[in-house]
């Protein structure tokens, strides 16, 4: 045999009948840089006899009465990534191409094949390339045409969702925005008029409520507003910006103050308002803001002094079997649920977590530079 032993391809021969392995090991042989380790007449065999050789290269009969070579073709693609499988077949059946292709074949041959296409196969599947028998290969590629048919129609219909949740979203805030505030002009009316004696703390809440509810549907809003990736936002100002409509001062802040790419400012802003809102409401001081980079993505953070235990489901929303029951699991609030879905559309998250007995929420946001 030609060659040392660095520049051989050690080859696992799979198949259930003796004659065939036979035929298969003398093709092999007329290549002097390929070994022949060893032999396996079944599916469970052939996951053994791997283990024990470990191949370079495995010839898998796809049918066998012993066991599947799909099954073991699985097996040993998980178990073993860096050998390459080559499908051995009588049939070029659509059903039995895919299926060896998903488990993990990078070859296909059809029985009877000339010993230089085996050959060639068994050489291009050790170089990591794919190979598929002239037979073979009208079927793989129709399968390849329906797959590629199935995905652009995917990408349509969620294109569609998409657009229609955002219709969605605009006609709601649209259709709650006008009443809204046709309600709190009126209310504003009724207070200049009526005595301030006069139901003036009714109006008060009237008013609370409704800025608040204002406030929920800007929210709303910017989660149904499509994200241009080619934005870019100061992180020091649009926080700043935030923090300027707080109702009191946090205790320190620390801003970075540079560019970050791909991110909407008034995205960010908002995701700053209710995090630090959520700190002020129910956490306690000392409060702290940070702004930073973190590799290639972009973190925002606000930590409080509270007790607050975040669970798993938190980010969960409600849960309510229906309007006749009371609500037994509860998720986050409003400010929260805003904040995490604004998070999902810059293409980051939200998490809650506790870190040296402090209470921390942090939004990351992949950065597009």
Same mark, same amino acid.
Do not use: Y
């Given at each position: ?38 032999? !396996?007449?079944?599916?469970? %065999?052939?996951?053994?006899?791997? &283990? /024990? *050789?470990?191949?370079? #290269?495995?010839?898998?009969?796809? =049918? ?121 002009? !009126?209310?504003?009316?009724? %207070?200049?008029?009526?005595?301030? &004696? /006069? *139901?003036?703390?009714? #109006?008060?809440?009237?008013?609370? =409520? ?17 994200h241009r990736e ?72 606000v930590i409080d ?65």
């Amino acid at each position: 045999m030609v060659g040392t032993e660095d520049t051989l391809i050690r080859v696992l021969i799979v198949d259930d009948a003796a004659e065939s392995r036979d035929a298969l090991r003398r093709a092999l042989s007329f290549d002097a840089h390929i070994e022949v380790v060893g032999e !396996a007449g079944s599916g469970p %065999e052939a996951v053994a006899r791997a &283990e /024990d *050789l470990h191949p370079d #290269i495995v010839l898998m009969d796809v =049918r066998m009465p012993g066991g599947d070579g799909v099954i073991a073709t699985r097996t040993i693609a998980l178990r073993h990534p860096d050998m390459h499988i080559v499908a051995l077949t009588a049939h070029d059946d659509a059903e039995t191409v895919r299926d060896m292709l998903v488990a993990g074949a990078t070859a296909f041959v059809v029985k009877g094949t000339s010993v230089d296409d085996l050959i060639s196969a068994v050489h291009a599947a050790r170089a990591g390339e794919g190979q598929l028998d002239e037979r073979v290969l009208p079927v793989a590629l129709d399968d390849l045409r329906r797959l590629l048919r199935d995905e652009r129609h995917r990408r349509n219909e969620v294109e569609r969702v998409a657009r229609m949740r955002e219709g969605f979203v605009h006609v709601l805030s649209h259709e709650l925005r006008t009443p809204l505030t046709i309600m709190i002009g !009126a209310l504003r009316t009724v %207070e200049q008029i009526l005595p301030r &004696e /006069d *139901l003036s703390g009714l #109006i008060d809440s009237a008013l609370t =409520r409704g800025s608040e509810l204002a406030h929920l549907i800007e929210g709303l809003e910017l989660i149904g507003e499509p994200h241009r990736e080619t934005s870019t936002v100061n992180p020091k100002t649009a926080i700043a910006n935030a923090l300027e409509r707080m109702p009191e001062p946090v205790d320190e802040v620390v801003l970075a103050d540079d560019q970050w790419p791909g991110l909407s400012s008034r995205h960010l802003s908002r995701i700053a308002f209710e995090l630090i809102e959520n700190a002020l409401n129910h956490g306690e001081h000392p409060i702290e803001v940070r702004a930073f980079r973190n590799g290639n993505e972009a973190v925002l953070e606000v930590i409080d002094a509270g007790s607050f235990e975040p669970d798993a489901g938190l980010l969960r929303p409600f849960v309510q079997s229906d309007m006749s029951t009371t609500r037994e699991v509860s998720g986050m609030g409003l400010g929260l649920f805003v904040a995490s879905r604004l998070c999902e559309a810059l293409g980051g998250r939200l998490e809650l977590a506790r870190a040296d007995d402090r209470t921390v929420a942090r939004a990351t946001f992949p950065l597009s530079d």
